[in-house]
C-alpha cells in the first residue's frame, strides 16, 4: 500500500506493509540537505524515524530492519516504507528538512528543523 502526503490518514493491519512520501519544496531541497521522518503520537514526544543528508544512515531502534527511508533528488521527494506494522506504530509521520546545517544525526533533535509537512497518520489495527 502506498500513501502520500494528503489529508485523511491510512489504516493498516498488524503486520501489514505501507509506503508513505511526502515532497519538499524545491526552495528548500537542495543538495545534501539533512532530511528525515519524524513521529507523533497522542501524549508522546515526537521522535525520530530516521534521518540522512544522502542516503538515510540513522534509523530509530524501533525503525530498524523494519523501516527503509529514501529520497529521490530530482522530485524533492522523501518515502518511507514500513514493514511488519504494530500497534504501537501509531502515529502521524512527518517527513523534515533542515537548511540549518551541523551534524545530521536523530540524537541532535528536532529543533534544527525548519520545514515540516503536514504529516500522514498512520493507524495500525490489530
Not at 44 to 61: L, M, N, P, Q, S
Not at 79 to 89: F, I, P, Q, R, T
Request: charged share 25%; glycine share 12%; proline share 4%.
Amino acid at each position: 500500500q502506498e500513501q502520500s502526503e494528503e489529508p485523511g490518514g491510512v489504516s493498516v493491519r498488524t503486520g501489514g506493509s505501507l509506503r508513505i512520501s511526502c515532497v519538499v519544496p524545491p526552495a528548500i531541497y537542495f543538495r545534501n540537505v539533512c532530511v528525515a521522518w519524524f513521529r507523533e503520537a497522542p501524549g508522546k514526544e515526537r521522535e525520530g524515524v530516521a534521518i540522512g543528508d544522502h542516503d538515510f544512515t540513522d534509523y530509530a531502534a524501533f525503525a530498524k530492519g523494519r523501516f527503509t527511508a529514501s529520497r529521490d533528488d530530482p522530485k524533492n521527494t522523501l518515502s518511507l516504507e514500513m514493514n511488519n506494522l504494530k500497534v504501537e506504530d501509531t502515529a502521524q509521520y512527518i517527513c523534515a528538512a533542515s537548511r540549518v546545517g551541523g551534524r545530521c544525526a536523530l540524537d541532535v533533535g528536532y529543533g534544527m528543523f525548519d520545514y515540516w509537512g503536514q504529516g500522514t497518520q498512520v493507524t495500525v489495527v490489530s
